[in-house]
């Protein structure tokens, strides 16, 4: 029987394709999907993103990534050129050597990875199917260096997938960038079989040891042994303040929530306490929010505690300080503010109108019932959370939320692609 042969399309003979590739706009898909990237873990961080918004940013990073693939050979080495130009071209690089499934392409990415590029090259792993990462996760898992250990360790985080190499094995490490994030993978993937061991670590030398384990102790439902390790980095000096403040206002008795509100104000670590109280949720401390609102040095951070609780978005409903140039207090408001006593952080945030908030209370403190914990507006439960996760905003609370909520909950990923994180489902399940 003769062979068939392949009709040309368009009678363009499929070698003559490859040179009609336009160099200059596969250029733009890795410029774009370089920048895209560093947008989309920018987004997947902000508690005022939705998942649609999420989404809507990943598909034209997806094009981007679709364009350089399509390419061959050409996005290949136009990849390999623009690494040299920014840490965040790894990212399309090597998703396109995933796709490729060329083991060639892979390698010679991994030789680059180094501590400043490693979120980059360990975002890829996530970006992709499981399946065509598996391979490279499983190399690097079973590799006798610690550091591709951690990218192979990491990687698993992200899929939520367990590691082919025993966790036991893993966690014997003796070095700290690996262990620390083996102990963070045993409470994100509820390795209750894992306590005891976990425990050992509270009272380690180590502070990243201790907090760590407290952090994934918790995520396990093991309160009691985790809370005093996580109230002992309740101070703006620790370097796991805010991780841990996230974590023991949560889980703490409602008692207990008040008093570490109250000893942080009573300490003057005021902007620790505003942040507990919306972390706390409870409607009983909206007054002194409003209160604080009427410092300048507290106005931001009083005011995203407000809407952390009441979900109400200042701007939208015009509840802000207007920046007007005859006010004799503006200079004390000026977003461009200079001050010390205004983080980095807070400088986007709305600064609210104490006035104006307190009508907005008056009007609504009717919807919201004393005693009730509130996140965005919404009771907090399951399915309110797992609402939050697929339609609402605070995302990456609501996803710490449900994983505390429930030991046998799967810690949700939030910062993964947006079309993956449209699976997930109560329970922590994907």
């Known amino acids: 029987m003769k062979q068939a042969t392949l009709t040309p399309v368009f009678a363009i003979p499929p070698q003559r394709i490859s040179t009609m590739i336009n160099r200059s706009i596969v250029e733009q898909h890795v410029d774009e999907a370089g920048f895209q990237w560093l947008q989309h873990t920018d987004a997947v961080q902000r508690p005022d993103y939705t998942l649609e918004d ?15 693939y399509l390419a061959g050979e050409t996005g290949w080495q136009l990849c390999q050129t623009q690494l040299t130009d920014g840490e965040e071209y790894l990212f399309p690089a090597m998703v396109m050597a995933l796709r490729s499934q060329d083991p060639g392409r892979q390698q010679q990415l991994l030789k680059t990875v180094n501590s400043e590029n490693a979120e980059m090259f360990i975002g890829a792993l996530g970006w992709v199917d499981y399946a065509q990462a598996k391979p490279v996760i499983e190399q690097l898992l079973n590799s006798t260096r610690p550091f591709y250990q951690y990218l192979g360790v990491a990687a698993c985080g992200l899929h939520r997938q367990k590691p082919s190499v025993a ?4 966690l014997q490490s003796p070095i700290p960038l690996l262990k620390v994030r083996v102990i963070q993978l045993i409470g994100e993937l ?10 050992h670590y509270l009272r380690a030398e180590n502070q990243a040891y201790r907090f760590w384990s407290a952090w994934s102790l918790a995520l396990l439902g093991e309160r009691y ?7 002992s980095c309740l101070h703006p000096d620790s370097a796991y303040y805010q991780p841990a403040l996230q974590v023991a206002i949560r889980i703490a008795t409602p008692d207990g929530r008040k008093r570490l509100i109250y000893t942080l104000a009573k300490s003057h670590f005021f902007k620790s306490a505003i942040t507990a109280t919306g972390i706390a ?13 009427e410092q300048p040095e507290l106005a931001r951070i009083a005011g995203e505690a407000f809407s952390l609780i009441t979900g109400v978005d200042l701007e939208y409903n015009d509840l802000v300080k207007e920046q007007a140039e005859d006010d004799d207090n503006n200079e004390l408001f000026d977003d461009d503010d200079d001050d010390d006593n205004i983080d980095e952080d807070e400088q986007n945030l709305p600064i609210p109108e104490p006035l104006l908030v307190a009508k ?9 019932k004393a005693g009730t914990r509130y996140l965005a507006g919404n ?3 399951d399915g309110n959370l797992l609402t939050l996760l697929q339609s609402g905003r605070q995302r990456q609370a609501a996803a710490l939320e449900l994983a505390l909520s429930d030991p046998t909950h799967t810690f949700l990923p939030t910062s993964v692609k947006g079309s993956k994180q449209q699976h997930y489902g109560l329970g922590g399940k994907y």
């Open 167 to 170: 966790i036991q094995q893993l």
């Open 190 to 199: 509820k390795y209750h079989d894992l306590k005891v061991e976990l425990a």
């Open 54 to 68: 999420i989404v809507e940013l990943d598909n034209t990073l997806e094009a981007n990534l679709d364009g350089i």
């Open 360 to 368: 907005w209370w008056q009007q609504y403190q009717r919807d919201f």
């Open 379 to 381: 009771a907090i439960n």
């Open 281 to 293: 949720g409870y409607v009983d401390g909206i007054g002194w929010l409003i209160k604080m609102m």
């Open 225 to 231: 042994h985790a809370l005093p390790v996580l109230e």
